[in-house]
């Protein structure tokens, strides 16, 4: 199988770690070799994040390049229009609607562009754009954004809801467990 | 699909890490620094090994020295700038060699994802002569790092491993293995150990000896291997570039993957060239194997084609031998940067925002405090190695005399002060500058992401330890005017700053609040912006918090973020600030 790539992006704080730890451990129970590429260091001062996960037969490059993305998941809406040259031709995006200011906009040295999930559709890309933030603080927690968007990007594989289930159990405290599975079923019916 | 694999996904760091445990070393001193951090913090997991967070890398490494002497194996790792800090004890260890395995961890940083320089770590490698491995995956580092204490001891040679952040900060496939603890005895051998001039000069030829029998392991070890696939192209590398490589190219040309990076092989080189048609080099950052192998008389493209700043990535390398890359899409909108800020909250916030006030001209240092030189603040005008403001600052003042004293400061934090501010400010003490130093103390190293230091109280596995008094420390080195302001209180720092600024006697600031992160410091309740007394006058932008915009004309907050500092309110001239607090009670 050709190796398959899913780009996690976002602003520093907004727990895309969990989210990828918790792909990685998905597709490691799957039987594929699997990377995940993190930068640490300067990621918890709100500035932008990327996270890697690549997955197939045999992966080399821990990292993912410009237009090779099988999918996008954002945290913001920005972060995905900052990363989209690395979307795939026929690759997804999946995000997250939240606004979330940059310094410049704050300081008014720049502007937070208007309508980007019109504008991303425009390009062609495939988008598929939800406010995870409401549908996490309904699951009870406003942190449980990066489980709505796992929710949301199962839509997309092709993989038995009990294995997504195991990685969660894995991977989040048991006291939050039952939080997390609604918000991965609000994220993954959410018409 | 049928289960390839037994092992687990690991982080680079934490499998180096784990080959610490399985190769029984049983003490690790590391100073922290972005990307080798993780190793001792997962290595300090294990209640089998010894770990410490050392003042700085030249006393973490003599103190690993110091284990390997006594018979255990020993560690230490630090990001690459660190090992300029080590480089002393590094050298003339390659002299002494050691008594049980020592192991030495530099993480490079190409495309300075979190560094003030691009060095290429293996000149070190060659110019203390020792030998480097350079692992190209989180298997691979597990591997390397027990074969790098079997090198040591065979050899009688501390290990350089070499990291790189892709490999340090990506998880890939590991298969762990048990624990064996080797111990060897002390034994007293003066001219082995004491490197005074008569015994180093028999030291050194050993040294050459060791690199000569270096060079055979090289030839034969499997960690220098042969990849034999289409013989057009015949490709060397290592470390990371080797994943690039194989991924462009999979098996349609031939590649010669090197482990070890210093010594380099010869014949192994020689016989892997006669075999292709043409041959490349693909490295990242310097020419060091390219000048090697040009340096056989063999013929090969490297630097020519590939570039000698920034990381590699697959792209980057299909282009370079002319093949297509993947279009992606663009987007016809301008995205502003996000770059990383100083958090809602942070105790440096108020401090810059009082130098910039007065006017100072402000040294700076490394850690957090670094963005004090980004906008709107834009206060720190220099910012070079860690301890460098203290001893540029008084080189700055020496020369610019009265005027210059009276608005020039350096700032560093806690934990760099300690690393290497202390002999600075011994030189202010000593040759009398009247410097202003501003310790920024945040009570924990923030930028690596909160290790302890000898100023906390506690070690690295958060229990007490020794607790050095920074007061008292600056006192007893001449300083007589030692200062403490609270940084959310900006008249007590405008004041404190003005006259310290004008006294003519050198003088410390310490600006004490712990990093608004800590989990053991309690936030205030946010604020809101009532917006019938905001005037909309923009002053409380001028201090750059991420938690304050405006929206229509009026200053707004975003509770999420605001710990309730009350900076912003200090700044406000309508009082338009207030505590949610008080609303809700």
Request: aromatic share 6%; with cysteine.
């Amino acid at each position: 199988m050709e190796t398959k790539n899913i780009m996690i992006v976002g602003v520093g704080g907004q727990g895309s770690l969990l989210a990828s730890k918790l792909l990685g451990h998905l597709l490691l129970s799957q039987g594929y070799d699997v990377k995940v590429s993190e930068v640490h260091g300067m990621s918890q001062r709100g500035g932008s994040v990327v996270t890697y996960v690549r997955y197939g037969d045999k992966v080399y490059s821990p990292v993912i390049d410009k237009g090779e993305a099988d999918y996008i998941v954002s945290f913001e809406i920005l972060e995905a229009a900052r990363w989209l040259p690395f979307l795939k031709k026929d690759g997804q995006i999946v995000t997250n609607t939240q606004q979330i200011d940059p310094m410049p906009v704050i300081t008014g040295a720049a502007e937070y562009p208007e309508d980007l999930v019109s504008k991303l559709k425009e390009t062609g890309a495939k988008v598929d754009a939800l406010d995870c933030l409401s549908l996490a603080e309904k699951a009870g927690s406003a942190k449980a954004v990066n489980i709505v968007l796992l929710g949301r990007l199962s839509h997309y594989f092709d993989l038995p809801e009990e294995a997504w289930m195991k990685s969660l159990e894995a991977n989040v405290p048991p006291k939050f467990l039952e939080m997390n599975k609604k918000a991965f079923e609000l994220g993954k019916n959410m018409k | 699909m049928d289960q390839k694999n037994n092992g687990q996904l690991m982080l680079g760091n934490k499998a180096v890490a784990r080959g610490l445990y399985e190769a029984g070393v049983c003490f690790i001193s590391s100073y922290p620094g972005t990307p080798s951090t993780e190793v001792t913090e997962e290595a300090a997991k294990y209640d089998e090994i010894y770990c410490e967070w050392a003042p700085n890398e030249k006393v973490a490494m003599e103190s690993a020295f110091g284990a390997s002497l006594a018979g255990r194996r020993s560690f230490c790792a630090q990001k690459h700038v660190g090992l300029n800090v080590a480089a002393d004890p590094l050298y003339t260890m390659s002299y002494t060699g050691v008594n049980a395995g020592l192991v030495i961890v530099v993480a490079d940083d190409a495309g300075m994802h979190s560094s003030q320089n691009e060095q290429d770590s293996r000149h070190h490698a060659i110019a203390a002569k020792v030998p480097m491995l350079e692992p190209s995956d989180s298997k691979e580092a597990l591997e390397y790092t027990k074969l790098a204490y079997e090198i040591s001891e065979k050899f009688d040679t501390p290990v350089l491993l070499k990291m790189c952040t892709r490999v340090a900060h990506s998880q890939s496939i590991v298969e762990t293995g048990e624990r064996v603890v080797p111990d060897k005895p002390y034994e007293k051998n003066i001219a082995k150990y004491v490197m005074m001039p008569g015994n180093a000069k028999k030291r050194h030829p050993i040294v050459e000896q060791r690199t000569q029998d270096l060079i055979k392991f090289a030839e034969e070890n499997p960690i220098n291997r042969v990849e034999m696939g289409g013989t057009e192209i015949g490709i060397i590398t290592c470390s990371t570039s080797y994943q690039y490589v194989k991924e462009v190219f999979g098996d349609s040309v031939s590649v010669l993957k090197l482990g070890m990076t210093n010594p380099l092989p010869c014949d192994l080189i020689k016989s892997f060239a006669a075999k292709v048609d043409k041959l490349f080099v693909v490295e990242e950052l310097d020419p060091i194997i390219e000048n090697h192998v040009k340096a056989l008389g063999i013929e090969v493209t490297g630097k020519e084609l590939l570039p000698i700043i920034d990381e590699f990535s697959q792209n980057l390398l299909a282009k370079a031998f002319g093949k297509d890359v993947n279009e992606g899409f663009a987007i016809d909108e301008q995205i502003p940067a996000r770059p990383p800020v100083m958090c809602a909250g942070c105790p440096h916030r108020g401090l810059f925002y009082t130098l910039k006030k007065n006017n100072c001209t402000v040294l700076g240092d490394i850690g957090c405090y670094t963005l004090g030189a980004v906008p709107p603040l834009g206060a720190i005008e220099m910012t070079l190695c860690m301890g460098a403001s203290i001893g540029a600052v008084h080189g700055f003042n020496k020369v610019r005399g009265a005027e210059s004293e009276k608005k020039t400061v350096a700032v560093i934090g806690d934990s760099t002060f300690m690393h290497s501010g202390m002999t600075g400010l011994a030189n202010v003490a000593y040759n009398q500058s009247n410097s202003t130093i501003v310790i920024v103390d945040n009570s924990i190293t923030g930028m690596t992401g909160h290790q302890q230091n000898p100023t906390t109280g506690y070690n690295i596995k958060g229990d007490p330890a020794g607790k050095i008094d920074l007061e008292a420390l600056c006192k007893a080195m001449g300083f007589e005017r030692v200062r403490v302001v609270d940084p959310y209180n900006l008249k007590q720092c405008d004041e404190v700053l003005k006259e310290e600024l004008n006294v003519e006697a050198p003088s410390v600031i310490i600006s004490r609040r712990p990093c608004a992160l800590l989990k053991y410091v309690k936030h205030n309740a946010p604020l809101k912006v009532n917006t019938d007394k905001c005037v909309g006058c923009k002053s409380c932008m001028k201090i750059g918090c991420p938690a304050i915009s405006m929206k229509n004309g009026k200053a707004t907050i975003d509770n999420t973020l605001c710990v309730g500092c009350n900076v912003c309110s200090q700044m406000c001239p309508v009082g338009a600030f207030e505590s949610t607090a008080e609303s809700e009670a």
